[in-house]
């Protein structure tokens, strides 16, 4: 029983964090649109992923290695701000849509690779240095020092799995056609709205701060 209201203490915490709009979802939204259902979808299991990274050092005591340590700290941050305004001014500077999906197999038009999508939702989540912080704060508050590191890794796989869940609805519900389309009609508007929205974020990282 203690297992179990610990586990639902962190997802009633966790399920508000997850529909927060951040980086993560703006991601996953131009995915949907520029790519497509499956590509949108791989790119939340890349996310779901980077989530059991950060679960994992937390469980094992480098979150607060890294919490403490402004060098390394500062690393993954500086390089997570490289990679979203590199993401954003990409996108911004795309002229217009050539919508790909990842099941076509034109010659002209090659669909973008699965391994390539999980990638990208993989490093977009792993290289937020305030996901450290997050879970760190998350496990420590609710979660018991005695609770055993294989209990809080099954946490974790839930966690991950309410995350890619959450991300398939986001991908289900902007690749609906009619949706879809009134995206696609705001062509440029779209790119150069989620590039700045990217580079946004980029810059809303650069101000995170290590715990101090």
């Not at 050539?98 to 977009?124: K, M, N, Y």
């Not at 519900?173 to 879809?180: D, E």
């Not at 990217?198 to 990282?205: A, E, I, K, S, T």
Request: aromatic fraction near 14%; hydrophobic fraction near 55%; proline fraction near 3%.
């Amino acid at each position: 029983m203690q297992y179990l209201l610990e586990f639902l203490g962190l997802m009633a915490v966790f399920s508000i964090f997850i529909v927060m709009p951040g980086a993560d979802f703006a991601v996953v939204l131009r995915q949907s649109i520029v790519y497509g259902r499956r590509a949108a979808m791989m790119t939340g299991f890349g996310i779901g992923l980077s989530l059991l990274f950060h679960i994992s050092y937390t469980v094992l005591g480098l979150g607060l290695i890294v919490s403490k340590s402004l060098m390394m700290f500062g690393l993954i941050k500086w390089a997570g701000v490289a990679y979203l305004v590199y993401l954003g001014i990409k996108s911004f500077r795309e002229p217009g849509f050539q919508v790909h999906e990842i099941e076509e197999t034109s010659a002209d038009r090659p669909p973008i690779s699965a391994w390539r999508c999980l990638a990208t939702g993989f490093v977009t989540n792993a290289l937020n240095p305030k996901a450290v912080i997050f879970f760190l704060s998350l496990f420590s508050t609710l979660v018991r020092h005695d609770t055993p590191s294989l209990i809080q890794f099954g946490y974790g796989l839930g966690m991950a799995a309410a995350l890619v869940a959450w991300f398939s609805a986001v991908a289900t519900f902007f690749t609906v056609k009619p949706i879809r389309d009134r995206f696609i009609a705001s062509g440029k508007w779209f790119n150069r709205i989620t590039g700045a929205a990217l580079v946004g974020f980029g810059f809303r990282l650069a101000l995170a701060r290590a715990v101090d």
